[in-house]
C-alpha cells in the first residue's frame, strides 16, 4: 500500500473514495487503503513506511502521536500542535503536515463567506478549533472569539494564539452580551455529533450572516446548520467541503498536482447521495 488513511475506529473514513475520486482525474496511479491502528502509533507508521508507504493521512485519535512522530513539521503543523497528513520526503525523512485549516479556509473562500475583515465566532476549543485558528488568522479577520464548555481551554488557546485579535469568553458572559454579534459563527466543538445544540443563544445566532459546522453528513446539514436555517440565517454549511479541501492539499503535498476543489466538491457531495 502506497498511501493510507490511519486511525481507530477507520471504516467509515471516506478519504480512500476522496483520493481515488482525485487520482482517477489526475491520471495518478496511486494505492490508498485504510490502516486500524489499534497499539502506538508509531508501530503502525513504522510498519506502513517501511512496506514502501509513501504518505498517510491521520485521523482521530493519532493526530498528536503523527505530530511527535514527524520528523520535520510545516508551519501549520507547528502551529495546530497536530499532524494529519505524512510524507516520505526523497531524504528519506518523514515530514508532517496539518492541512485541515488550510481545507476550512479553501471551503469558506469558496463559500464566499465573511472571514476577511470579519467578526468570528469559533465554538470548541478541542484539535479541530486549534486547527483552524491560525489559518483563518492568515486572512485577516477583525477578531475571533473563542468560546468552549469548558472555558478554561479556551482561555488557554486564546493565550497560546498570542495576537490581540484572538480573545475567550465563556458561555454565560456571551449569552448576558446583549451587544455582542458576528458575522460567522463556526462550530467547531463536537456538539453535532452528540445530536445536541451548542449553548449559543438563538438571539445571537440570528445576528450572523453566516454559520459553518466542522461535522459534516451525507445529507448535508448537521443539527446545528438546521437550527440555524430554521432560524433564518440564510448561508449554512456542514464540514463536507473543509474534508474536501484537506484532502485536496494532502494529495497535493504528495504528487504535486492539485486537484480542482470546485468540481471535487460537486462531484463527491453528488457520489454520497446528498444534497
Ligand atoms: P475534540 O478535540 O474532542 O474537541 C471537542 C470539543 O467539542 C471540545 O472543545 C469540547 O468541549 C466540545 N464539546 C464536546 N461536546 C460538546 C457539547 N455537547 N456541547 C458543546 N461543546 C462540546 O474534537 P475535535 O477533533 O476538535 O472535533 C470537533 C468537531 O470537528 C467534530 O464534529 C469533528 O467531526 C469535526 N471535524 C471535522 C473535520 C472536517 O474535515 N470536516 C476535521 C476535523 C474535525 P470541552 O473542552 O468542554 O470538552
Redesign the pocket.
Known sequence: MQYAVMGNPIHHSLSPLLHAYFAQKCGIDMDYGRILVEGPFKDAADKFFAAGGKGCNIT?PCKLEAFEYAGRLSDNAKRAGAVNTLKKEADGVICGYNT?GP??VKHLLYLNYPVKGAKILI???????K?ILGPILAEDPQSIVIV???AA?AEDLAVRAADARVSAVAFEALAKDEHAAFDLVIN???????S?L??VTDALLCKASAVYD???SKEGSTIFTEHCRALGIGQCSD??G??VG?AVLSFKIWNGVEPDFYQALTDLRGMLGSK
Not at 465554538?123 to 478549533?129: D, Q, T
Open positions: 482521530l485541515d481545507g476550512l465554538i470548541g476549543a478541542g484539535g479541530a478549533a486547527g468552549n464548555r469548558t481551554k467547531a466543538s463536537a456538539s453535532s455529533i452528540q445536541t451548542p449553548q466542522l461535522m459534516y464540514g463536507f473543509m474534508l484537506q
